[in-house]
């Protein structure tokens, strides 16, 4: 292959996710206009470009499908009656995601059973509710990643609403301390607070679960 | 820094969440020290985990279903009726009007406490003025006792005297009596009847004149340093003699 060709297709390689993102911001910000101006199209578009974030997240936040699905919808109405206030120098998924933890708060103080769903960090130990893995040989990667998930999903739980809030979106969403401080409406000495709090709590559930599985085999 | 220090700090050094110069620290400690290298190494699995927690996947009519509500419940609030609309904009609790509200009921009500207070203010200083003053004052001048006047027939020579622009107060006492006897203000045309008693004129100031149970009558002379102040008891309907008094 000519090195210049070779040099081409690099150039190409690199230019193309930088202008997809360009025109990804710029066909947002023109959804984002137009949905202001009324135009539900537009609106459905933004839905369907945000969905799987919010849906997400909210799942994260709140432990099941059906809390996760009826937060999403409430964001959504959220998102498009408040739409006009929303600045094109912000960043819209920031934006997205205080109103996304707004809705998850509102929503866990309305069900009160939401504490009484999941178990806490000493009963969730005790219980073994969590079935613990089968040591086979061959045992399938997705089961491994089902229980998994199933675990950290039992250890997030247990946590306070701003701890759990602020950890999903540290640790999963990868967000920096300062952008969860500013979606939170909090400091980030107490976003750090939070955070370290909360992987401690995850990592002593996740201990504990270790040794009640040891101890059972 | 100790083992328990640098136990507190792992969750956040594991995260890069800590300062350079705490990292430093920490790096250099759990180098050394290989209890708190297996905790860090516990955080780094569990924050690998959080990393991994993803949902389950949700099939495309979720999402559907999703926006779909979604824009059900937008199409019926831009088709909701005007009335209704207007009702729940009126009903929908606002901070500003909320604060309006409760910061206007403050003034009414301070207003109202106000000018109750003054009122009574007013009525002690009138009921001191009617108990303290009429007999020294009527004496001190030299005039005749009030039925002498009564007598005397029509005072209309005296009534434009009222409107003298500046009136000095004998004893000093403060200059309200104008808004609550409206004599002063109004001309006394008191009538002659046929009979030889005053007719008093009607007129709005009969009314605060003749609600005290001391009818007070001020005339102004005029020397600006003299005043007629006359005390009288108040007139019942069977007062027919005391009609002068009254109309004043």
Same mark, same amino acid.
């Given at each position: ?22 025109? @990804? ?9 137009? #949905?202001?101006?009324?135009?539900? #199209? ?15 997240? @909210? ?8 809390? #996760? ?88 739980? @247990? ?30 000495? @107490? ?27 | ?51 991994? &927690? ?27 009726? !005007? ?28 207003? &109202? ?89 009607? !007129? ?45």
């Amino acid at each position: 292959m000519p090195s210049g060709a070779h040099e081409m297709a690099l150039a190409v390689e690199i230019l193309l996710p930088v202008n997809a993102l360009t025109q @990804t911001q710029t066909s947002l910000t023109r959804l984002i206009e137009r #949905a202001a101006s009324g135009d539900t #199209a537009a609106f459905e578009q933004i839905m369907i470009h945000s969905q799987h974030r919010v849906m997400a997240m @909210t799942w994260r936040i709140l432990g099941n499908e059906a809390d #996760a699905r009826d937060a999403s919808q409430e964001v959504f109405l959220r998102v498009y009656k408040y739409l006009g206030r929303f600045k094109q120098d912000q960043d819209f998924f920031a934006w997205l995601y205080t109103i996304t933890v707004n809705v998850c708060r509102d929503i866990a103080k309305k069900r009160q059973h939401h504490s009484d769903r999941f178990t806490s960090l000493a009963a969730g130990a005790d219980e073994g509710a969590l079935a613990v893995p089968a040591d086979q040989e061959g045992a399938e990667e997705a089961l491994i990643h089902t229980q998994q998930r199933e675990l950290i999903a039992r250890a997030m739980a @247990t946590l306070p609403d701003k701890e759990r809030a602020s950890i999903v979106l540290r640790d999963v969403e990868g967000l920096s301390t300062d952008e969860v401080a500013r979606i939170m409406k909090s400091s980030s000495t @107490t976003v750090r607070s939070q955070i370290s709090s909360a992987r401690k709590k995850i990592k002593i559930y996740c201990e504990q679960y270790l040794s009640r599985k040891e101890r059972s085999q | 820094m100790n083992c328990k220090q640098i136990q507190e700090l792992l969750p956040l050094y594991v995260g890069r969440d800590l300062k350079e110069s705490r990292v430093k620290l920490v790096t250099a400690h759990v180098q050394s020290c290989a209890e708190c290298a297996g905790a860090a190494d516990e955080y780094r699995e569990t924050r690998q985990l959080l990393q991994q &927690f993803a949902p389950p996947p949700f099939s495309e009519a979720v999402y559907a279903g999703i926006r779909q509500q979604v824009l059900r419940k937008i199409g019926r609030e831009a088709t909701a009726p !005007g009335l209704a609309r207007l009702f729940e904009s009126l009903f929908r609790p606002r901070l500003r009007w909320a604060v309006a509200t409760a910061l206007l009921l403050a003034v009414c009500v301070s207003a &109202f406490y106000l000018i109750s207070n003054r009122r009574n203010d007013r009525q002690v200083a009138d009921s001191g003025r009617t108990v303290d003053r009429p007999t020294s004052i009527k004496e001190s001048e030299g005039l005749p006792p009030a039925s002498t006047v009564k007598n005397r027939g029509p005072v209309q020579g005296l009534a434009g005297l009222t409107h003298q622009p500046k009136r000095k107060r004998i004893g000093g006492a403060p200059d309200r009596s104008a808004t609550v006897n409206s004599t002063d203000t109004q001309p006394m045309t008191a009538q002659t009847l046929p009979d030889g008693r005053s007719e008093p004129d009607a !007129g709005p100031a009969r009314e605060p004149a003749t609600s005290g149970k001391t009818l007070r009558v001020e005339m102004q002379t005029a020397d600006p340093n003299i005043r007629i102040i006359w005390f009288t008891p108040q007139a019942t309907k069977q007062d027919s003699p005391n009609k002068f008094s009254k109309g004043i």
